[in-house]
């Protein structure tokens, strides 16, 4: 079994937390000038509680299944006998774009787009060096950032070397 982990690098460290504090400053002040309902304050704790939950967290692969785990939603997984290759990806190219999902809070993971690589799912907490995992039968790839990149693609690839 391979295990690596997938942290937050200095940059999306620095903005997630700018980020929330900017967020709970907004609605605190809405909240005491009366200016917002009072919901407004619980449905930032919300969302950032659902961003934290959802966010990438580790890359494990077995004998079976490449696993993306989450810090409390349900794991993403992919039998192995669905993942037709793994390499490295240096770059997302020089537009990428979030479609749907989270895009620098606590990691950008969803529905994204690239000029480079088309339409992909992400699940990344780092800028850099990245694995592009494509799916037999799939429309979509999937880009993850693991801290341990090398040994991913060792993990997950296992086409004969020629």
């Given at each position: 079994m391979f295990r690596t982990d997938m942290t937050l690098d200095r940059s999306n460290r620095i903005f997630t937390g700018i980020a929330t504090v900017i967020l709970v400053v907004v609605v605190v002040v809405?909240?005491?000038?009366?200016?917002?309902h009072p919901l407004a304050l619980i449905g930032v704790v919300i969302a950032l509680g659902l961003a934290w939950a959802m966010a990438p967290r580790a890359l494990v692969v077995d004998d079976r299944e490449v696993t993306i785990e989450r810090r409390m939603w349900p794991a993403l997984r992919f039998p192995r006998e669905d993942i037709a290759s793994a390499a490295p990806v240096v770059t997302l190219g020089k537009r990428a774009l979030r479609l749907w999902g989270v895009g620098g809070f606590f990691g950008s993971y969803g529905l994204f787009w690239s000029d480079t690589l088309g339409r992909f799912r992400l699940y990344g907490t780092r800028r850099g060096q990245a694995v592009i995992v494509v799916r037999k039968g799939s429309l979509?790839?999937?880009?993850?950032?693991?801290?341990d990149v090398a040994g991913a693609i060792n993990a997950i690839d296992t086409r004969p070397v020629t």
């Amino acid at each position: 079994m391979f295990r690596t982990d997938m942290t937050l690098d200095r940059s999306n460290r620095i903005f997630t937390g700018i980020a929330t504090v900017i967020l709970v400053v907004v609605v605190v002040v809405a909240q005491c000038s009366g200016h917002t309902h009072p919901l407004a304050l619980i449905g930032v704790v919300i969302a950032l509680g659902l961003a934290w939950a959802m966010a990438p967290r580790a890359l494990v692969v077995d004998d079976r299944e490449v696993t993306i785990e989450r810090r409390m939603w349900p794991a993403l997984r992919f039998p192995r006998e669905d993942i037709a290759s793994a390499a490295p990806v240096v770059t997302l190219g020089k537009r990428a774009l979030r479609l749907w999902g989270v895009g620098g809070f606590f990691g950008s993971y969803g529905l994204f787009w690239s000029d480079t690589l088309g339409r992909f799912r992400l699940y990344g907490t780092r800028r850099g060096q990245a694995v592009i995992v494509v799916r037999k039968g799939s429309l979509l790839p999937v880009v993850v950032t693991p801290d341990d990149v090398a040994g991913a693609i060792n993990a997950i690839d296992t086409r004969p070397v020629t």
